[in-house]
């Protein structure tokens, strides 16, 4: 088995936060507090929410790194 570093939990959080949610609309339907129709629609919302979160983070990190990039 690989041996897991910091780099890989930081590249795989949105799937793991992914993860998470559905696991958690799974507790719920079968509690039946939501149909099935509704958390295939949250999880999808969600999934696209959060990979846009996702995207502007990097770009902000990016954004800084550029403009304050050590000059040779």
Do not use: C, H
């Not at 507790?27 to 999808?44: F, Y």
């Not at 959060?50 to 990097?58: C, E, K, M, P, R």
């Amino acid at each position: 088995m690989k041996a897991r570093n910091s780099k890989d939990y930081s590249q795989n959080w949105v799937q793991t936060v992914v993860s998470i949610v559905g696991l958690l609309f799974v507790v719920l339907v079968s509690l039946n507090v939501i149909t099935p129709e509704q958390s295939a629609e949250a999880q999808s919302v969600f999934s696209t929410t959060l990979g846009a979160v996702s995207t502007a983070i990097a770009g902000v990190i990016t954004l800084v790194g550029i403009f304050f990039k050590n000059s040779e």
